[in-house]
Each structure stands twice: as structure tokens, then as C-alpha cells.
């Protein structure tokens, strides 16, 4: 069985920022990321490729309390409800637009932006 890779160093400098009470990810950043995996239901193909994109999930679990029973950041949750409101509004918004292309009708540029450029991961109209 074929065992997915990870990012070691990003892992690492992760758990290094947690320990220090630094931000790997900002609390904007983090509630991106998760607005986007919530919209687009998990995002697995994101998840299953990217090593960092996985790093990262884990760290904004542990720092903004969305793992187990732990009770989540306040201040995380307002900007993640805000901004899967925003991608919701968005995919109405530009839904059947043929102007766009089906990731343009899909996501806000910053989202199709967040990925690509940290996580090389070009996001795709799955679920519009």
C-alpha cells in the first residue's frame, strides 16, 4: 500500500511555532483554508496531494481548537462562517456566467490564489 508523503520540515516548523505561541498561519489564513475544504466538502484531492496543505490543516487544528472536544477560537470561527459565506455568494453570484470559467464561477480569485500559490493546487468546480 502506497503511503502518502509528508512534509517533514513544514511539519516541524509547525509544531516549533505552536510550542513558541508564534503563528505558522494567520487566524484570516487558517479560516480561508478551512472555508474553502468545508464549501468544497472535505477537498480531497487538495488534501490527498499536497504535504504542506496537510501540515497546515493539522497545525490550524491544534491552534484554533477544531480537533476532538476542544472547544474553537471565537474569533476563528466569525472569520471562517464569513468567508463560507462569501464563497457561497460568490458561486451564486457567478453561477452561469459564461464570461468565467467553471473555477471563476466556482471560487472567489482569493481562494483559487490561497491554493495555488502556497499549495499548488489549482481548486476545481467539483461541486457548483
Known amino acids: 500500500m502506497e503511503t502518502m508523503k509528508t512534509n517533514s520540515f513544514r511539519e516541524a516548523w509547525n509544531e516549533t511555532c505552536l ?8 487566524l484570516d489564513t ?4 478551512m472555508a474553502v475544504l468545508h464549501v468544497e466538502s472535505g477537498c ?18 491544534r491552534r484554533f481548537g477544531i480537533e476532538g472536544g476542544a472547544t474553537p477560537d471565537a474569533a476563528f470561527v466569525r472569520s471562517f ?23 471563476e464561477q466556482a471560487w472567489p ?10 499549495y499548488n493546487v489549482k481548486l476545481t468546480p467539483v461541486f457548483v
Open 19 to 26: 510550542r513558541a505561541g508564534l503563528s505558522a498561519v494567520s
Open 30 to 33: 487558517a479560516a480561508r483554508i
Open 44 to 61: 480531497t484531492t487538495a488534501v490527498t496531494h499536497s504535504p504542506k496543505l496537510r501540515a497546515d490543516l493539522k497545525y490550524i487544528q
Open 81 to 103: 462562517s464569513r468567508y463560507v459565506h462569501e464563497i457561497e455568494a460568490h458561486q451564486r453570484q457567478s453561477k452561469g456566467r459564461t464570461g468565467l470559467t467553471l473555477a
Open 109 to 118: 480569485e482569493w481562494a483559487r490564489t490561497l491554493y495555488q500559490d502556497n
